[in-house]
Each structure stands twice: as structure tokens, then as C-alpha cells.
């Protein structure tokens, strides 16, 4: 009997090395961050919309989980603390895009 080998996230993280090229700091290993999640995470619902109830379950519950390019939400939680925007190939993990949460926020219109 053949058994399955499982492959978990946490075995990819401490088996490929992924570079980030943090905006400010340069190439950091990937080992430094948090990944939150989808990046859509910057564009919060309008809390006085009428349907807000149903625009915040699906902004906290619902996540798109494609195969190929990808924008992700990473914390630079061993470093200088900043969010990014990381564009990554979810099936061969290259990193195409990133830039700082921030910066998207106001191309977004979020912030000031």
C-alpha cells in the first residue's frame, strides 16, 4: 500500500525559499512576514450602506482562491512592521508585483 504525502503551507514556507522585494528595505526572505490574506481585505465596506450587513459578511467570510496570479495582503511583522501588496502566481510562487499597502490604499481612494 502506497501512503499520500500531505503537503501543508507551513511545510512549503520552511522547504522553498520565497523573496519579497519589500519597496523600502529591498529582497527579504518571505520567513519575515505574515500573510493576512486576499488583498481585497484595503477595500472595507461602507458602514452606512443600506445592504452594509450583507457587504460585511461577504468582505469577512468570502475569499476568492484562484490558481495563478494573485493580490495578498503580507505584514512585515519581523521587520519594519509595514503591510504589503504582494501579486504571486498562487502554483509556482513567483512574486510578479509589490508595493506597500498604503500606496494602494490612496490609488484606491481609501485614505489621504
Known amino acids: 500500500m502506497k501512503k499520500a504525502w500531505v503537503i501543508t503551507h507551513s511545510y512549503i514556507e520552511r522547504n522553498c525559499e520565497m523573496i519579497i522585494n519589500h519597496p523600502i528595505l529591498g529582497p527579504r526572505d518571505s520567513a519575515e512576514f505574515t500573510y493576512i490574506g486576499d488583498a481585497a481585505l484595503i477595500d472595507r465596506p461602507d458602514w452606512q450602506a443600506k445592504d452594509?450587513?450583507?457587504?460585511?459578511?461577504?468582505?469577512g467570510y468570502?475569499?476568492?482562491?484562484?490558481?495563478g496570479n494573485h493580490t495578498e495582503l503580507w505584514f512585515h511583522e519581523q521587520g519594519d512592521r509595514s503591510f504589503l501588496v504582494v501579486t504571486r502566481d498562487t502554483v509556482t510562487h513567483e512574486i510578479s508585483t509589490v508595493e506597500l499597502a498604503r500606496d494602494v490604499a490612496r490609488k484606491r481612494g481609501r485614505s489621504k
Open 52 to 59: 452594509a450587513l450583507a457587504q460585511f459578511v461577504d468582505y
Open 62 to 67: 468570502f475569499r476568492d482562491n484562484p490558481a
